[in-house]
Every structure is written in structure tokens, then in C-alpha cells.
């Protein structure tokens, strides 16, 4: 079992910059993914950010390329996301995800994909 916990949302004004937090607990071993989702009212979740445990690669979506970066220290057990220039529509609750699954990187977009979620903490951007 793993669990999950965000942490360092906030409102912050259009231009400004956030950065989330996603502490690990438990068999953190067997994870091999790590993302990072949001889900604004009325909205699918969709994914921001993703990384592979202990590795390098990362994968973001076109809406948040250039200005987002997913980051994690393995000692820590712990995945960051960096956000900057926000903008409003980066509105969103914003949730961390873990996956053990070895073909876990094919499905790094998409909510099955993951087997562990945290409960989530909310971005609010005004312009």
C-alpha cells in the first residue's frame, strides 16, 4: 500500500508561480510512475506531468509544456511539480498519482494508469 500526500497549492494572480509537493509513504518501492493530474468543475481529470521513480524521463501536456516541470528526490520520497507563468485557466484541483505497473509509462496520460491517489490540493489562479 502507498500513500499519497500534496501539498503547496495556493492562489496566486496570473503570471505567478506554485510549486506542489507529493510525499510517498508505505511500499514506495514498488512504485514505478509518478503523476501529477488535475481536474477543474465540470471537467475530465487530465493529466499534467509524468515521470518514471529514479529516472529522468518526463512527459507534460501541450498546455502545460515549457512552463511546468516535474521533479522528485528519491531520498525523500517525494515528486514536485513547479508551476510558473499560471495562468487562470490552470484553475484546478490538482492530485498526485502513483503507479507500480511496469508498462505504467504507455499509460502516463490517463487515470487508469494509476493504482495510488492523493487527496488532492487546489490551484487557484486570478487574472
Known amino acids: 500500500q502507498v500513500h499519497l500526500v500534496e501539498s503547496g497549492g495556493g492562489s496566486v494572480q496570473a503570471g505567478g508561480s506554485l510549486r506542489l509537493s507529493c510525499a510517498a509513504f508505505?511500499?514506495?518501492?514498488?512504485?514505478?510512475?509518478m503523476g501529477w493530474f488535475r481536474q477543474a468543475p465540470g471537467k475530465e481529470r487530465e493529466g499534467v506531468a509524468a515521470?518514471?521513480?529514479?529516472?529522468?524521463?518526463?512527459y507534460y501536456a501541450d498546455s502545460v509544456k515549457g512552463r511546468f516541470t516535474i521533479s522528485q528526490d528519491d531520498a525523500k520520497n517525494t515528486v514536485y511539480l513547479q508551476m510558473n507563468s499560471l495562468k487562470p485557466e490552470d484553475t484546478a484541483m490538482y492530485y498526485c498519482?502513483?503507479?507500480?505497473?511496469?508498462?505504467?509509462?504507455?499509460?502516463?496520460?490517463?487515470?487508469?494508469?494509476?493504482?495510488?491517489w492523493g487527496q488532492g490540493t487546489q490551484v487557484t489562479v486570478s487574472s
Open positions: 498519482a502513483a503507479s507500480y505497473s511496469r508498462e505504467c509509462w504507455a499509460n502516463r496520460r490517463t487515470p487508469p494508469g494509476y493504482n495510488y
Open positions: 508505505g511500499y514506495t518501492y514498488s512504485m514505478n510512475c
Open positions: 515521470t518514471v521513480t529514479g529516472g529522468a524521463t518526463a
